[in-house]
């Protein structure tokens, strides 16, 4: 997905852009960069992540990168902030989403003689397609507009300059970016736990398409936000750091919410509760406390040296990862009937591969319970599961298993009351080989986030969406 953070100071605040964009770590594991405003203009620094933790990688660049405003971003695909040179002066810039019409913008570019440059990557870098067509424009206001109406996505932006740091959250919101302010400044960030220990506090959320200039003294709305929205319910469910906050609301609170939600509708007969760490801990306790059945660890996750398994570009990799950082207590699973929350199922290999381990520590039964619906449908808006086919995804991979293709009408497997949809459930539940199989209903996770549907983008679970 990506994640950044940008601080505008009456003081030095390289600490403040470290640290801040450390605490985006969970958003992105394959680039990271860093870019201040200084008396020698911008200087900035970018690394591979991938074999490392972003602060490894920067804590010994900081001397060189001291100045009053920063932005830096952890990326999931390409290299990144970017600095440019042109009719609007020096700027860096940092981008968080997807760009889906990326081949038609390329050609747009190309047929007015300009170029791309090469930036270590197979195909052109949308943080570079980005700046280009801002560049179209008189103002870097109006490139942003002009961008924003164009590209088609998603696309959240931070743009440093001599003169203080524009923000732009994408159009229709899909995400976030929230401002801090503190006595010396400003912080811009897509996490707000990122402000807690910077000692920032939460000034404002960004709406759909707002644009915001930001110097040490204080913000101008150069664009109002649109009225359309369709923030990525993801966030809550997966993606989001638990002590976060999107539109007003808790990333935790509403994981007790969608497990609470999934408890009212089950009747399993279950010993203990646990959950897949990280993400489905929140669901797992949420579940058990409406349950009162207790929540214990079965699965204990050591971090140190294994990121986050969805982000390594190798399958295979990602596997490993997942396998190798979870590790089951015997003395809590020996003999139980377990109830486990996960926050959602791709393809299935890695839950496969855990319920598979609780089976070996002498489980009795295993119970699985997801957080969100069955995922029919590849993300167009951000980078997940952007490298899976949709016939990877588990629930398509069911409907291939008993109707020999899943080039069919999807609307009944989207109803959780068809013969079809129990049909699907059943084949995923046999492939995972579990005792039993129960996924959210999504009026229930709408209703556990808050907002409401159409403010939602729920197009993995059914499709919909606004352009």
């Known amino acids: 997905m990506s994640g950044f953070f940008g601080c505008i100071s009456k003081n030095y605040c390289t600490n403040d852009v470290f640290y801040g964009t450390d605490y985006n770590s969970h958003l992105g594991?394959?680039?990271?960069?860093?870019?201040?405003?200084?008396?020698?203009?911008?200087?900035?620094?970018?690394?591979?992540?991938?074999?490392?933790?972003?602060?490894?990688?920067?804590?010994?660049?900081?001397?060189?990168?001291?100045?009053?405003?920063?932005?830096?971003?952890?990326?999931?695909?390409?290299?990144?902030?970017?600095?440019?040179?042109?009719?609007?002066?020096?700027?860096?810039?940092?981008?968080?989403?997807?760009?889906?019409?990326?081949?038609?913008?390329?050609?747009?570019?190309?047929?007015?003689?300009?170029?791309?440059?090469?930036?270590?990557?197979?195909?052109?870098?949308?943080?570079?397609?980005?700046?280009?067509?801002?560049?179209?424009?008189?103002t870097l206001t109006n490139g942003i507009k002009n961008f924003f109406n164009l590209m088609k996505g998603s696309c959240s932006i931070l743009i440093l300059t001599e003169k203080g740091i524009y923000a732009a959250r994408d159009k229709l919101g899909r995400t976030p970016i929230i401002l801090g302010k503190n006595d010396v400044g400003y912080a811009l960030s897509s996490?707000?736990?990122?402000?807690y220990n910077l000692g920032y506090e939460t000034e404002h959320y960004l709406g759909p398409g707002e644009i915001l200039h930001v110097t040490a003294d204080g913000y101008e709305q150069m664009a109002k936000p649109g009225n359309k929205m369709q923030i990525c319910s993801f966030l809550w469910v997966y993606y989001g750091f638990p002590a976060s906050y999107y539109e007003k609301i808790n990333v935790e609170d509403c994981r007790y919410k969608c497990g609470a939600a999934l408890a009212k509708n089950d009747n399993t007969d279950a010993d203990l509760i646990s959950g897949i760490p990280d993400s489905g801990i929140g669901h797992a306790i949420g579940f058990a406390n409406e349950k009162n059945i207790p929540y214990k660890r079965a699965f204990v996750k050591y971090t140190p040296t294994w990121p986050r398994s969805f982000m390594p570009q190798n399958q295979k990799m990602r596997d490993l990862v997942a396998r190798m950082k979870l590790i089951p207590i015997k003395e809590i699973i020996d003999g139980k009937k377990v109830v486990f929350l996960d926050d959602s199922i791709v393809r299935g290999t890695q839950l496969k591969d855990n319920t598979r381990k609780l089976f070996e520590e002498g489980a009795r039964e295993v119970h699985i319970k997801i957080a969100c619906p069955p995922l029919l449908f590849p993300c167009e808006y951000l980078n997940f599961s952007t490298s899976r086919t949709r016939l990877e995804l588990a629930g398509r991979t069911a409907i291939k298993d008993f109707k020999g293709t899943d080039n069919i009408d999807l609307k009944p497997y989207l109803n959780d009351q068809s013969e079809e949809y129990a049909t699907m459930i059943e084949q995923i539940k046999k492939r995972l080989?579990?005792?039993?199989?129960?996924?959210?209903?999504?009026?229930?996770?709408?209703?556990?986030?808050?907002?409401?549907?159409?403010?939602?983008?729920?197009?993995?679970?059914?499709?919909?969406?606004?352009s």
Not at 99 to 123: A, M, P, V, Y
Not at 191 to 195: G, I, L
Not at 452 to 466: E, G
Request: charged letters at 25%; a negative charge; one cysteine or more.
């Open 29 to 138: 594991t394959k680039k990271a960069g860093m870019a201040v405003q200084n008396h020698k203009g911008i200087q900035y620094v970018i690394h591979s992540i991938e074999n490392n933790y972003f602060r490894a990688k920067f804590e010994s660049e900081l001397p060189k990168l001291s100045g009053t405003s920063g932005i830096g971003i952890i990326s999931d695909m390409q290299s990144q902030p970017l600095v440019f040179h042109s009719h609007l002066g020096k700027f860096a810039i940092a981008t968080v989403g997807k760009i889906s019409n990326k081949k038609e913008l390329e050609e747009r570019i190309l047929k007015k003689q300009r170029h791309f440059t090469d930036t270590g990557g197979e195909e052109v870098n949308e943080t570079e397609l980005a700046a280009l067509l801002i560049d179209e424009e008189e």
């Open 191 to 195: 996490e707000s736990m990122a402000f």
């Open 433 to 466: 080989n579990i005792t039993s199989l129960q996924f959210q209903k999504i009026d229930d996770l709408i209703d556990a986030i808050g907002l409401p549907k159409k403010q939602l983008c729920t197009h993995c679970w059914d499709n919909s969406s606004y």
